[in-house]
């Protein structure tokens, strides 16, 4: 090998690939003091990344949010969930 690794086998790969290093990621990301306008973006870019068909009922309800806590908590749960409900559970928004 020519000190190049094949993408499945890069270690940084195998890390961002890691759903509890991920999520621990995402979390110190949107600690930071975003605004409503950019959390929204970030939960629907992390939408579109997931597994979950995004709706345009999805879509209005985090665009319609302007509670910064309601989005880092969607933001933090979107890539563990298997849907809606769960996404926008105890939803405060």
């Known amino acids: 090998m020519d000190g190049q ?13 890691h759903p509890v290093f991920m999520r621990a990621f995402i979390e110190q ?3 930071e003091n975003w605004s409503a306008d950019g959390l929204a973006e970030l939960v629907l870019a992390l939408l579109e990344a997931s597994s979950l068909t995004v709706t345009d009922e999805m879509r ?9 806590r309601q989005l880092r908590a969607w933001a933090s749960r979107v890539l563990s969930v298997s849907g ?3 996404l926008f559970a105890d939803n405060r928004a």
């Open 60 to 68: 209005a309800r985090v665009n319609s949010s302007s509670d910064p």
């Open 5 to 17: 690794c094949e993408d499945s086998e890069c270690p940084i790969v195998l890390l961002f690939g």
């Open 29 to 31: 990301i949107i600690e």
């Open 84 to 86: 809606p409900e769960e």
